[in-house]
């Protein structure tokens, strides 16, 4: 039982002894905020949004057409289940968590429709190398379109394969062979081997063919002489977005844009086509002019950060691509490594803007990058 008083005068007039006036409003707040993280919640709401809350980045955008939530896609990679047997399907299942455009490569492991299948909601693009034959082409850009693709790749930087000189050193054939060579570095990597022969067979998915290295199928199977008239064919076949792939100079992409392209992409395919070709982020900024809004300007080859991406951006890219990026992640682990792949870049757009004072990306500008003399 608690025994109760009433209060003293005296003790009273202790408890009631008024605090010191501040009559400045600033000196009241300041004096009130014990912490930084006080302060920073008195900073943003007397700073203007712009200047203070670079920590509401938002990466989101549109990609011909259509919303993505980072300024970037995932490059059309081919034999991508060689990388790791998850494959195709395991960088669909992340480009459709991290609501972002993948495109599958003619040359993929893995079927249009197994693809959509993986990835129902993703946002499916297809990447076409043309054949000497039109028909199997025309009968994929059929499958796509029915699998819900809405963008098609034409890649035009592959009339003949690159010089893949590692690929004849290393005895890279799809499927793999084993020689004397493969097997021993087989024995290095041991479970690469065990999941190759414990799953379903690697082959190209669209492809009827594949014998010997992948130049030698390159050379065989497509037309190394597609043209203008090519486009304007596939114009014709494709109702979604149509994107010139490989693109390398100003005057080029005029004409593909003149003949139905919707969007170029500047690309010199990651260096492995020709040698000393020009870079195609430097290509960014006269293409986008000479163009003037009517198509759009993609660009890939080298982007490793997600630095690289905003500067793309800035220079008047509408979106980025990347192909080795994710397939590091990939190999290095499967499904879970491509998602890293991609946290790692979302994280660097959203900090490269945040530093920049950006908070959207239609805010770039050329003014934020600068090239090296
Ligand atoms: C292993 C590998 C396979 C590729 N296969 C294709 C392909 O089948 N079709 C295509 O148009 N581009 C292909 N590319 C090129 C990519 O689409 C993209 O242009 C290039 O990777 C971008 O450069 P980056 O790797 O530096 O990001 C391939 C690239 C790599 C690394």
């Excluded at 003149?258 to 690309?267: F, P, R, T, W």
Aim: glycine fraction near 8%.
């Amino acid at each position: 039982m608690v025994h109760r008083r009433l209060p003293r005068p005296a003790e009273l007039r202790e408890l009631l002894r008024p605090a010191p006036i501040q009559l400045n409003a600033t000196d009241r707040r300041l004096t009130r905020a014990g912490s930084i993280a006080d302060l920073r919640a008195l900073a943003q709401r007397r700073a203007p949004r712009a200047v203070f809350d670079v920590s509401s980045v938002s990466t989101e955008t549109t990609i011909l057409g259509k919303p993505s939530a980072q300024p970037f896609a995932l490059a059309p990679t081919g034999f991508t289940r060689m990388m790791h047997t998850e494959g195709e399907c395991a960088v669909v299942k992340v480009a459709e968590r991290a609501g972002i455009p993948y495109a599958l490569s003619t040359m993929g492991t893995t079927t249009i429709e197994d693809m959509a299948a993986a990835g129902p909601d993703a946002r499916k693009w297809f990447q076409l190398y043309l054949w000497r034959d039109r028909a199997p082409a025309k009968d994929l850009l059929d499958r796509a379109i029915a699998s819900g693709y809405d963008t098609l790749l034409l890649t035009v930087d592959t009339p003949v394969a690159g010089a893949r000189l590692r690929d004849v050193h290393n005895g890279l054939t799809v499927p793999p062979q084993l020689t004397l060579r493969t097997f021993l570095d087989g024995a290095l990597h041991p479970r690469w081997w065990f999941d190759l022969l414990t799953t379903e067979p690697l082959a190209f998915a669209s492809l009827s063919s594949s014998e010997g290295t992948v130049a030698d199928l390159i050379d065989r199977v497509f037309d190394p002489a597609i043209t203008l008239a090519d486009l304007e064919w596939l114009r014709g076949a494709w109702p979604g977005s149509l994107v010139a792939k490989g693109v390398q100079s100003v005057t080029d992409a005029e004409r593909v844009v003149a003949a139905g392209a919707d969007a170029v992409l500047l690309s010199s395919h990651g260096g492995r086509q020709l040698d000393r070709a020009p870079v195609p982020l430097e290509l960014v900024p006269s293409v986008r002019e000479k163009l003037d809004g009517r198509a759009e300007v993609l660009v890939d080859t080298g982007i490793t950060t997600g630095a690289d991406v905003v500067a793309a951006i800035a220079l008047g890219a509408h979106a980025a691509l990347v192909g080795r990026a994710y397939l590091y992640g990939l190999m290095a682990g499967g499904e879970r490594g491509v998602a890293r792949a991609v946290r790692i870049l979302s994280d660097e757009v959203a900090r490269t803007m945040a530093l920049l004072g950006v908070t959207s990306v239609d805010q770039l500008r050329p003014a934020h990058v600068s090239f090296r003399p």
